[in-house]
């Protein structure tokens, strides 16, 4: 049976971490759908939208081999995208794991049959550095 594979994420001045994040998840399952989170979203949760406009960011992740296809992620709660989208491995980066959301997604998902599995962050570029250092420019 395929394993479907989710990899959620803002996906904003696509970099390494985003590509990282991908690759691990691409050799960890059959279909790879990524998720790309909603400009909406994003705001609420970080409190300021992308830089990079949702569907520019989705035509970004389109376009690489890796991903078999591309998704609107419209919840922070990625349990209620499991149930959209109905993957068997989430793919996070462990900066998730322990915390409160990481703690109780594993547990919805677990009584699901679906599971979380994490890859080490790419502490060296983050989307929010990035940001951090084009608004210093400016």
């Known amino acids: ?3 479907i594979g989710y990899a959620p994420g803002v996906y904003d001045m696509f970099h390494i971490g985003h590509l990282n994040i991908l690759r691990r998840a691409r ?3 059959d279909h ?3 998720g790309v989170v909603e400009d909406e979203v ?3 949760i970080k409190g300021r939208p ?3 406009p949702l569907e520019e960011r989705m035509d970004v992740i389109r376009a690489l081999d890796l991903v078999d296809e591309v998704v609107r992620d419209w ?3 990625k349990f209620e995208m499991w149930k959209q989208v109905r993957y068997d491995v989430l793919f996070k980066g462990d900066d998730w794991k322990g915390t409160e959301k990481g703690i109780r997604l594993e547990r ?3 009584e699901v049959g679906a599971q979380v599995h994490y890859f080490p962050y790419t502490a060296s570029t983050s989307s929010t550095d990035l940001r951090r250092l084009l608004e210093g420019m400016s």
């Open 27 to 29: 050799e960890h399952c």
């Open 75 to 77: 919840s922070s709660d």
């Open 50 to 52: 992308p830089v990079v």
């Open 42 to 44: 994003v705001a609420r």
């Open 32 to 34: 790879l759908i990524a």
């Open 1 to 3: 049976m395929a394993v």
């Open 108 to 110: 919805l998902l677990g």
